[in-house]
């Protein structure tokens, strides 16, 4: 785990996300979960490559992520791709139900991280989906970036 000097400790990461994924607006959320999730969690044992949010009855859930079992967990530890709620204000999930029925957006999870006071965020994305020419478009635009750099390094 990677501790950050915004006073945060970064457990996960999604770079598939900013890939796949227009990012148009992100939020930070709590998660809901249990003593021995947090542990697995706080050791940096926790994926959301493949996974993503929706809003359901007023709530927002978190599926696909996948938060290995404690080691000392033995009987404690929970399902590991268990749905897992997201807690977020009223008027913030009322705007993500907005944007993602109306609008067709999708929301991803970008990163989770623990705060300076020791609580679990996951930092979520309202997000449009990339096609394969737009991919292949942000490459192009990143590697003429690298090699200008380098020329401007070189010249010097």
């Known amino acids: 785990m990677k501790k950050k000097d915004d006073g945060y400790k970064l457990a996960a990461n999604n ?6 994924y227009f990012i148009e607006e992100t939020l930070e959320a709590g998660i809901v979960l249990t003593g021995t999730e947090i542990k697995s969690v ?18 927002v859930w ?4 996948n938060i290995s079992p404690y080691k000392q967990g033995n009987r404690f530890n929970v399902d590991p ?13 009322r705007k ?14 970008l990163k989770i991280y623990i ?17 394969n020419y737009d991919k292949r478009d942000t490459m192009a635009k990143r590697d003429a970036e690298r090699k200008m750099d380098r ?6």
């Open 15 to 20: 770079k598939k996300a900013r890939h796949d």
């Open 42 to 59: 706080r050791e940096g044992k926790v994926s959301i490559k493949e996974s993503y949010a929706r809003v359901e009855n007023g709530e």
């Open 62 to 65: 978190l599926y696909g992520m």
């Open 81 to 93: 791709l268990r749905p897992r709620k997201l807690l977020l204000h009223k008027r913030e999930i």
């Open 96 to 109: 993500l139900i907005g944007k993602v029925t109306l609008q067709g957006l999708t929301l991803v999870p």
């Open 115 to 131: 705060n300076h006071k020791g609580l679990a965020k996951v930092e979520i994305a309202v997000a449009r989906g990339k096609k």
């Open 151 to 156: 020329a401007v390094k070189n010249w010097k």
